[in-house]
């Protein structure tokens, strides 16, 4: 039995001793239990319904994926510094309530990237989702319509472009990156107009993929490659083996009669960016590829005032603030740290978005007090379908936004317009 730890800063799996217990439903880092000092088993069943926030179905996530497959969505870079701090960021500062407001009435809604949605929380793009769960990007784009939100849909999505803007009638953003074939990437565009997208977002911090060593020890390919060292985990799974392999084909559906990549070819995540990215793409093609558009568009990766500024300059619409979840440069600052001052230098001229480390409703709230339009979220959604598809992201969207509400009437703000600075107190 074997257990997939981090230690002196390496992942590896560790051999478990004999007084250890298997869990029947067996995690992604493939779980176990203690015998307690009576001898009797510590039962831990936890299910959708007992999911309550993003840890529960972080928890619940884990035990039903194969343990290459928690990790690819779990883990950063390196050593995972940037990773946590995207979190903790948000416990340096303190929430004001005000007290007696008329609060008989609730505003959630916002107006972000030219959509009016209710609340002020929308999905990112998140890449080759169907291997979380089967029904991928499909689940998640019918839970943020129901739920009355924006979806983000991925360049190295499984399902179309097409597929995906004619499945709801909801707001949709598609994520773009610039490929060596840059005749490829201005396909992406047209191909969004006719699928009638709402809003496009320039991806630009991953020219090469950041050094993910989870993914290098467990051996994370997409499609899974059945390697000695997960071979175990993906055999203790035997639901998750049975929808992949009874489900459609898996192929990165966007580029799949592009490049061979796209086919279903045994490839590594790190090898499709670092082979199909195009590392010289410079200011002046993300201003290209907004005048090709020519609707809400927003540059996706921005960290500093300087990015910002020139953000601002070729004509975006918005700036995502995010450093992908962590999984790139780690050691660089969470994008809650860069927030107020890029909202000081360019936050009268342009939307500034939040991504990356939301986890609560009162993370949501300090973000727009410090001046954000909107957060994004990825794993806050990412755990929850693989926890149980479109039901468990309606249960997680469904959570999330209630902690939101309940959060701003504790606070006395009936609308997100009267969340402020003034309701910040800094450490």
């Known amino acids: ?176 990156y610039i490929h060596k074939d840059r005749g490829l990437s201005y396909d992406f565009i047209e191909r969004c107009k006719a699928a009638k997208f709402s809003a496009l977002c320039l991806t630009v911090d991953t020219l090469v993929a950041g050094n993910r060593e989870r993914d290098l020890v467990t051996g994370m390919v997409m499609p899974p490659k059945f390697t000695l060292s997960s071979m175990l985990s993906f055999m203790l799974h035997p639901n998750w083996g049975l929808n992949y392999l009874t489900s459609e084909k898996f192929q990165l559906a966007n580029v799949a009669s592009q490049i061979a990549e796209g086919t279903g070819k045994l490839t590594s995540v790190i090898d499709y960016i670092n082979s199909q990215f195009d590392r010289s793409i410079t200011w002046k093609d993300a201003e290209q590829a907004i005048q090709a558009w020519g609707g809400p568009f927003a540059i996706k990766g921005v960290m500093s005032v300087e990015d910002a500024q020139r953000a601002v300059d070729v004509g975006a619409s918005a700036i995502m603030i995010s450093n992908h979840g962590g999984r790139q440069l780690d050691g660089s600052t969470a994008p809650f740290d860069q927030l107020p001052a890029i909202v000081d230098a360019v936050g009268d001229k342009i939307e500034v978005i939040l991504d990356g480390g939301v986890r609560r409703g009162t993370h949501v709230l300090k973000a727009l007090a410090m001046g954000a339009k909107a957060c994004m979220i990825g794993r806050g959604y990412l755990y929850a379908l693989a926890a149980g598809g479109q039901p468990a992201v309606e249960r997680a969207l469904t959570r999330l936004r209630q902690e939101i509400e309940r959060d701003m009437i504790l606070m006395g703000c009936s609308s997100v317009k009267d969340l402020d600075r003034s309701k910040l107190h800094f450490d």
Not at 7 to 32: Q, V
């Open 1 to 176: 039995m074997f257990l997939f730890t981090r230690s002196s800063g390496r992942w590896r799996f560790r051999r478990l001793r004999r007084s250890c217990s298997w869990n029947l439903a067996l995690s992604g880092t493939i779980d176990y239990h203690i015998r307690a000092p009576n001898n009797k088993k510590r039962v831990d069943i936890l299910r959708i319904k007992d999911c309550n926030n993003t840890a529960d179905f972080r928890k619940l996530a884990k035990k039903r994926l194969p343990a290459p497959l928690f990790h690819y969505i779990d883990g950063g870079a390196d050593d995972e510094i940037t990773l946590r701090r995207n979190t903790e960021a948000f416990n340096n500062v303190r929430l004001i309530p005000n007290a007696l407001a008329d609060l008989s009435s609730m505003n959630l809604g916002v107006n972000v990237l030219g959509q009016n949605i209710d609340w002020p929380v929308f999905c990112s793009p998140t890449g080759m989702t169907r291997l979380f769960h089967h029904d991928g990007e499909r689940a998640v784009c019918k839970a943020a319509y129901n739920h009355k939100t924006m979806y983000s849909l991925s360049t190295i999505s499984t399902v179309s472009i097409e597929e995906v803007g004619a499945l709801t009638p909801g707001p949709k953003c598609f994520q773009l």
